[in-house]
């Protein structure tokens, strides 16, 4: 089969996406959704997500009635995930027949220091509120929002990494993070078989996150491969990892619960 | 090289260690250190880690001048890390020249739902707290409480699971903690080449643990395979497991960060 010309009507849901990768996937989004659909647009910044509306309000989608909305707001804290969905069923018609949910929002950690310095508790913790439940129970918080029934497909992707299967020197946290979303994430399409479900590891990136792995990693070897890829523009841009992700989307052929790489697609 | 006849002259700091599997390694590495070692147990329950004390202050190696200290305390709590430590230290003394440090203590989290269920992220915070941090953090202080030098060998044992490796559908907290726990200690041992470092699957033991599988799992599925390996006598005493692990311990050739799977020893 071909791939579909395009996402249908659809919701789609984006944390991070004020910026770097998950503004690059709110742009593609909208190219290819159909006219009728509605993005939700979540960041903690207000300013930068607001520009981010207005570029798609002011788009050939947006002119042709596409609804942006958006929640300024921490994914980490309970209240925002609240906001998110009560935003998604304010947008949400019947006429929709897909929605896609963006698990992008994330931190890198301290990667400052190797895990023997992880000693305080309060620190791990945060980490893994905001990297880990936080896309939980956004996620759970969605599906029971809008549950399944014949004509609307749903999709998860949780933007993922080299990291959930490889280990770093002084990415602990990250690591340690982005390896208990893949596992989550399986367990999730095991339970639930009409559910799309997607790992995808986005490479790496030239974004902020790149600009803090350069310059603060602990581990001179790890630090250096990645002044190395920067120097050498071995670096993919958000728009070309976007693409991909784009890809997978319209074939739709991939087995849900796994892990897809970038350079693989 | 053939396998040591004992593993030497030890501090061994085992959460955990009150029952099932945590109570099977004390008292194996009870018999296995040498005249002149410390054993600190840590685990919630007072009153049957005490019980434990008395059997191992009573056995031979007791007899012989074994130290067993307690620390009754939730390694969820930052104070109980603190406690544990300060324990330790008072029972090390510079003959020593190992450290074992079992990361055994963790929760089942809630099995009676599915991924979608878990909407409240301070439900979510807690599991990760007690199951992933806590043992981060431990690890993390012990380590630095103890640092590398010539004449001591330091030894980090995860207690780890098949569920790090595979997705079992309602195990979804259980399977994200694990999985998480696996790549974090996987990261320590990339960052620490001096340090043993063992992500060990116990395999399914008969322990309460297993109890509340076959009571209170929510997929039909899952919970009828934990009833028939329990009806057909298929799970394993934490006896037998325990010896798996000192086999591991005493041949000391596992690569420092892999997964071993008690089948395959």
């Known amino acids: 089969m071909p791939p579909a010309a395009d996402l ?5 849901v984006i944390t991070g996406a004020s910026r770097g990768f998950g503004r690059a996937v709110a742009l593609d989004l909208c190219r290819l959704v159909q006219p009728g659909s509605a993005l939700v647009l979540v960041a ?19 002119r042709a009635g596409l609804k942006v909305e958006v929640v300024a707001a921490d994914v980490g804290k309970l209240e925002s995930l609240e906001n998110i969905v009560r935003t998604s069923r304010d947008v949400f018609n019947d006429e929709m027949e897909k929605i896609i949910l963006i698990n992008n929002a994330a931190s890198l950690g301290d990667v400052s220091k190797y895990v023997k310095g992880f000693t305080d508790m309060a620190e791990v913790d945060a980490y893994l509120s905001l990297n880990v439940s936080s896309a939980m129970c956004l996620t759970a918080r969605l599906l029971q929002a809008f549950p399944a029934h014949a004509g609307l497909r749903r999709c998860v992707i949780n933007v993922s990494s080299l990291c959930a299967l490889q280990p770093f020197r002084s990415w602990g946290l990250y690591c340690t993070g982005k390896a208990a979303r893949d596992m989550m994430f399986k367990v999730l399409a095991e339970e639930e078989p009409e559910l799309r479900v997607l790992s995808y590891s986005p490479g790496p990136l030239d974004t902020q996150m790149q600009v803090e792995a350069r310059t603060k990693t602990a581990d001179p070897s790890i630090k250096k491969t990645f002044s190395n890829m920067f120097a050498q523009g071995q670096l993919l841009t958000c728009e070309a990892s976007s693409a991909k992700l784009m890809k997978l989307l319209l074939e739709d052929k991939f087995t849900s619960g796994e892990h897809v790489d970038v350079f693989d697609v």
């Open 8 to 12: 249908g009507r659809a919701l789609c």
């Open 44 to 62: 903690r910044s207000g300013a930068d997500l607001r520009a981010v509306q207005a570029e798609l309000t002011e788009s050939e989608a947006g």
